[in-house]
């Protein structure tokens, strides 16, 4: 496979179950939540850093998921108990633990491996350089992202699929999801899990705040056009899509970072989609005043 | 390690002065949006100078696009599907992906003059030299100024813009001038926080305040007050040891004292609320036991036990609580102990116990007479509802409904001023 070819491939499974999971966040009105989360990966990271001494994939994973899991309950006991507005209670959160991250990376692992800028950044062009996953036959060319992102997304589509009117009664409707006799807590906790997952893959590829970029902005140009669930994410995933593809282009030719480049793509598209999806409306207006 | 301290109160009062006006605004995060704003108008400033630092540059264009920013989140605002959450959650990311990559692009060629823009990103910790002292407080004193100055507009200009608009002042102006300010805030405070925290300077101190009072004003003092807190702290544990980043351990310290704020603190806090409970069982129980025993004073039964007092109200099940509140008013020259464990009331009590009693009969007679509902059912309404009368509301619904009889076929007894 070509490398242009993975970079593609690994940015659309990401892709796919950030618009998927993000339409949710979106129509809950969590949008920040991914935020908050993006952020407060970093002390699970430093903390699995520093216990195992090494870079161990498995440990940074596990690390970065609690972090995210404890992120996500802690925002709802601060909201809960303190009857706090969520944002607040997402602010405070997100905030106490990045700096926890950067307290720590700070005192105890100034000389590690650790690179802030991998976090903030990251980078989609080492992904075809990274190693496989397996090693035997055709799948030892699945590099390990392109691997672990297809996988989370494949997940995020089955809960879309088996799970979407249970949570969305979850979400809006809390009577007749106690009829369906579900278990809530165990949905709400799959749901943060998918979310941290989605962020601690796509992270090493793009930058932990990118990823959240990926999470909002598709779904903001998939809501200028529609309102059903399904028509938000086709077209956010679409969007995404166009973009990564050109921003993929774009930075080969002009020495970009295509992370970055591909985020700051779908923000130029959503301002213009917004802008132009405005125009007609007017003309619209003008013509029933003309009539009337 | 003065200097730095210095600093780092002064910044907290300004942040926490200014963070409660993002807070009543229902933007908890709008500072957050803002501080990751900067990025690429730092960039740009970057550029403007010549590809060297210079301050004067990188303010202009670090404000310039956090202004930016804000305008286009007003503008989304008010078009239909979006709400605050996803305004600025598409803007925090969208702004910062081009910081990013101007950022990626820039440190590729001019990565060592680029070094110290990156720093902004967490913070350096670097210590504040004197000369940043002084517009520090400047602005301080400006916030200050404008704050009281214009206290009045400017809470209006959050909560009724109408009302503003029809007295012809303009609430955009204000609105602006407080978010310049915020943005010159967070730009002062980069250097020791860095961006991303910058913006929990305003954020933590101002949610902070919400547990200390329930008026405004006094908010505005002791979040100000708060800021200035935690910035003491974080610099004093920061000079404890080595590489300890004063940055994040100010927001630690703001964390924490939120956490005991809204545990502890004399407003809403758990603690509180609690207490407040307590309170209100207390006069529950007390009022049930007084209707008790007006209730056995009017039939003549003479001194009445414990368990009788306990036995006329469905919700008093508690004996020790009972015998304490008895206690209590043996005490307040209430009720008088006639034999050991026999109690009545005395001519005091019986006046308080009878206007609660009023209240419970006038209740009943009320939503028989008026709502139609069953005398049976009445009785259990009225119990809950006589904790809750005043004497105003109480002389309303006399009027509504004039009677001497409660349905029950009891006498209602009347209020004291008529009496004499």
């Known amino acids: 496979m070509s490398s242009e070819f993975v970079i593609f491939l690994t940015g659309c499974s990401v892709a796919l179950s950030a618009v998927i999971l993000g339409t949710y966040l979106n129509i809950s009105r969590q949008s920040l939540l991914g935020d908050a989360l993006s952020h407060s990966l970093l002390p699970g990271l430093v903390l699995a850093h520093l216990v195992t001494g090494e870079l161990n994939p498995t440990a940074l994973f596990f690390g970065a998921l609690i972090a995210g899991l404890a992120t996500g309950y802690v925002i709802e006991f601060i909201g809960k108990r303190f009857r706090v507005r969520e944002d607040i209670a997402m602010g405070i959160t997100f905030t106490a633990a990045f700096s926890l991250g950067v307290l720590l990376l700070v005192r105890y692992a100034n000389k590690s491996h650790i690179d802030t800028d991998c976090l903030l950044f990251g980078n989609l062009l080492f992904v075809p350089l990274e190693e496989s996953f397996f090693s035997f036959s055709f799948l030892k060319h699945i590099p390990m992202t392109l691997f672990q992102s297809s996988v989370i997304s494949l997940l995020s589509v089955f809960f879309y699929f088996l799970l979407h009117r249970p949570f969305m009664n979850l979400l809006f409707h809390e009577n007749s999801f106690k009829l369906s006799q579900l278990p809530g807590n165990f949905l709400k906790s799959l749901f943060l899990t998918l979310v ?97 | 390690m003065i200097t730095t301290l210095t600093g780092a109160v002064l910044l907290g009062l300004l942040g926490g002065l200014l963070g409660n006006l993002l807070l009543l605004r229902r933007m908890a995060l709008l500072g957050d949006m803002m501080s990751h704003s900067l990025l690429p108008g730092l960039c740009v400033g970057f550029i403007l100078a010549g590809y060297t630092k210079n301050y004067f540059y990188l303010f202009l264009g670090a404000s310039f696009s956090a202004l930016l920013a804000n305008i286009l989140n007003e503008w989304l605002l008010k078009q239909r599907p979006f709400k605050s959450d996803a305004t600025l959650a598409i803007l925090i990311s969208g702004f910062y992906a081009i910081g990013a990559l101007l950022i990626g692009k820039l440190s590729k060629e001019h990565g060592t003059e680029l070094a110290g823009i990156k720093g902004y990103l967490l913070g350096q910790a670097a210590l504040i030299q004197e000369s940043d002292i002084l517009p520090i407080s400047i602005l301080l004193l400006i916030s200050v100024v404008f704050i009281s100055l214009f206290y009045k507009r400017l809470i209006l200009s959050i909560f009724d813009t109408q009302f503003l608009t029809f007295v012809k002042q303009k609430p955009r102006v204000f609105l602006l001038l407080s978010t310049t300010l915020i943005v010159f805030a967070l730009l002062v405070s980069l250097q020791m926080v860095g961006a991303i925290l910058a913006a929990s300077f305003l954020l933590i101190p101002a ?144 006046t308080v116990a009878r206007s609660i009693l009023r209240k419970h009969r006038i209740w009943e007679t009320f939503i028989v007479k008026k709502l139609g509902v069953s005398p049976e059912r009445a009785h259990d309404s009225a119990e809950v509802y006589e904790h809750y009368l005043d004497e105003e509301i109480l002389r309303t619904i006399e009027k509504e409904v004039p009677t001497q009889k409660d349905p029950h076929g009891k006498k209602i007894p009347q209020d004291e001023g008529e009496r004499e």
């Open chain 1, 196 to 292: 941290s997952l989605t962020i601690v893959f796509g992270f090493k590829a793009m930058g932990a705040l990118l990823v959240f970029g990926l999470f909002v902005i598709p779904v903001g140009i998939g809501r200028i056009f529609n309102k059903s669930f399904l028509g938000i994410s086709t077209v956010g995933f679409c969007s995404a899509i166009l973009s990564l593809w050109i921003a993929i282009r774009l930075s080969f030719n002009y020495d970009l970072s295509p992370s970055a480049a591909w985020i700051s793509l779908l923000f130029v598209m959503f301002i213009t989609v917004f802008l132009v999806s405005k125009i007609p409306r007017r003309r619209d207006r003008a013509l029933k005043e003309h009539s009337t």
């Open chain 2, 207 to 350: 949610a902070i305040s919400l547990f200390l009072s329930p008026h405004l004003h006094r908010r505005f003092v002791y979040s100000a007050l708060c800021g200035a807190l935690i910035g003491a702290c974080g610099t004093y544990l920061s000079s404890l040891g080595d590489r300890l980043p004063t940055g994040p351990l100010i927001v630690l310290c703001g964390f924490t004292l939120f956490i005991l704020a809204a545990t502890l603190g004399p407003h809403k806090s758990t603690l509180s609320v609690y207490l407040k409970k307590r309170e209100l069982q207390k006069i529950r129980l007390e009022e049930n036991i007084l209707r008790a025993a007006y209730f056995f004073y009017e039939k003549n039964e003479g001194p009445v036990s414990v368990l009788n007092l306990m036995s006329r109200s469905s919700e008093n099940r508690d004996i020790p609580a009972t015998r304490r509140a008895l206690r209590h008013f043996l005490k307040k020259n209430i009720f008088k102990e006639e034999a050991p464990g026999q109690y009545s009331l005395t001519n005091h009590g019986e």
